[in-house]
């Protein structure tokens, strides 16, 4: 794809955001994403179009381009109710998939159909029926982080931000002191602590959060005296514990916005603390970071063809998607009480 120029106008058009993100997008970067930033707002005003962005894409996207931004539940509840009938996800696949479910008279796009996730490809559908025949009786409760066929074989679904909450719910409502929590392991150890519901896991990890360690948090802290710490629930449990917090990507940004801690270190995808850092510039983020290789698909270029030229459409059978969505739908009628996974 040719470079589009930075012309006197685009300047003129993109200054505002320019100084939005000055603190974390150096100008000489500015320049290269200003051109694809002022194409994809004219287009997206053109076609009536959203952009929903999730916490890990990067500045230029977040801040720029994006309408709605936040964590998967946040993401989920804005395509529920969004007017927009054409929906640019800005994530990775199984959010557009959610989106698809919730709204399955919208056009859904990605813009990279293979930025996938280590928690969606951990499990099939035929691995939960086959989960369900060897604990019969048992709810499943499921981590957005799975394919439409996954979510249609659960009876629920939860994010990290409700996921104690959604386990407690179904377990009284089944009447039963255990669940089936799928797919990620270190999620569900972590609900654990936090419950009197017994859970069932699968062995799926985020290949971004499985890399921390206990040890880490602890060299944060001696190379950084005073740092507060705050971990995502799906690293391990011990890193958790290390933690002062842990909570979901928008608990963590609610934190910083609470609190304003002199120093942070965000235990989680790289992107979030560029993300965080433009709306509280007081706050000092210590960046030892991983990447998600999937979240890091999604680029400018890549939105603004996808706008172009209306792919790739995410698609999802109706029958499974009318299953899915039950599971999604009744989460998202579990009141929302904020996740906290302290140590
Ligand atoms: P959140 O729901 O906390 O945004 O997490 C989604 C995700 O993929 C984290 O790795
Ligand atoms: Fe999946 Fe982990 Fe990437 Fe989130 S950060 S999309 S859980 S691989």
């Known amino acids: 794809m040719p470079e589009l120029p930075f012309t ?94 919730l709204s399955p008279d919208k056009t859904v796009l990605i813009p990279d159909p293979e930025a996938g996730c280590s928690l969606a490809s951990s499990i099939t559908a035929a691995d939960v029926v086959a989960l ?75 290949e971004v959060h499985e890399r921390f360690t206990a040890a880490d948090i602890r060299d944060f802290r001696s190379a950084n005296p005073g740092v507060v710490v705050m971990a995502h629930p799906e690293c391990p449990p011990e890193v958790v514990a290390e933690s002062d917090f842990a909570g979901s990507t928008s608990g963590m940004i609610d934190f910083v916005a609470a609190k304003h801690p002199n120093k942070v270190v965000l235990v989680t995808e790289c992107s979030m603390s560029d993300n965080v850092a433009v709306e509280f510039p007081e706050t000092e983020f210590v960046r030892p970071c991983n990447l998600c290789p999937h979240m890091k698909r999604i680029t400018l270029p890549k939105i603004l063809n996808a706008l172009e030229t209306m792919t790739v459409e995410v698609t999802v059978d109706p029958a499974i998607a009318a299953r899915a969505r039950k599971s999604v739908e009744r989460m998202l009628a579990v009141p929302v009480t904020k996740a906290r996974f302290a140590a």
Not at 153 to 172: G, H, P, Y
Not at 178 to 206: R, S, Y
């Open 8 to 101: 006197p106008d685009v300047a003129a058009a993109t200054e505002a955001l320019r100084q939005k993100v000055s603190h974390v997008i150096p100008d000489i970067e500015w320049a290269v994403h200003a051109p694809t930033i002022a194409a994809i707002n004219a287009l997206k005003r053109e076609k009536n179009a959203v952009i929903l962005a999730h916490n890990y894409m990067t500045p230029e996207i977040f801040h720029c381009v994006a309408d709605f931004v936040g964590d998967s539940l946040q993401l989920a509840r804005l395509a529920a109710k969004t007017e927009a009938k054409l929906i640019v996800q800005a994530g990775v696949h199984f959010m557009a998939e959610t989106s698809k479910v």
């Open 132 to 206: 369900k025949a060897k604990h019969p009786g048992l709810p499943v409760v499921t981590y957005v982080n799975t394919s439409a066929a996954v979510k249609a074989e659960s009876d629920v679904c939860c994010t990290s931000s409700n996921a104690r909450a959604v386990v407690e719910d179904i377990a009284r409502e089944w009447g039963v002191d255990t669940v089936i929590m799928i797919p990620d392991e270190f999620l569900a150890q972590n609900v654990a602590k936090q419950t009197a519901v017994k859970i069932i896991t699968w062995k799926g990890h985020c």
